[in-house]
């Protein structure tokens, strides 16, 4: 039972920045793995960023150098620099336990627009 509220999306001009937030509650797992995902209009849902709760953290090549994932604890952080139209998209708090009882959570997105 994990419960995950994200906040931080919203419309920002290309070049700028935004910041999102999820933070998990409930029963969590002490090894585990949070990320973003982000889905695109009529495209399938993309793995942008996870990060473990060791901090070992892996980005899809589209975002390296200009977005970073972080977290304080249970909630994490998403960093999102130098905003391009393609990144435009619903995105997706995500949680995984790494032991068992092996277990998922996905968050109920938040919209990230980027004007051109």
């Known amino acids: 039972q994990v419960q995950l509220v994200e906040s931080g999306g919203g419309l920002v001009q290309a070049g700028g920045s935004l910041r999102l937030f999820c933070a998990a509650s409930?029963?969590?797992?002490?090894?585990?793995?949070m990320a973003w995902y982000r889905q695109a209009y009529g495209k399938q849902r993309e793995l942008v960023a996870t990060?473990?709760?060791?901090?070992t953290t892996n980005y899809v090549d589209s975002v390296k150098g200009r977005y970073t994932i972080s977290r304080d604890k249970n909630t994490v952080y998403l960093q999102m620099n130098s905003l391009k139209p393609e990144d435009t998209a619903v995105y997706y708090c995500?949680?995984?336990?790494?032991?068992?009882?092996?277990?998922?959570?996905w968050g109920q997105g938040t919209q990230v627009t980027v004007s051109s």
């Open positions: 995500y949680f995984r336990s790494l032991a068992a009882p092996l277990y998922d959570y």
């Open positions: 990060i473990t709760s060791g901090g």
């Open positions: 409930g029963s969590i797992s002490r090894l585990n793995s």
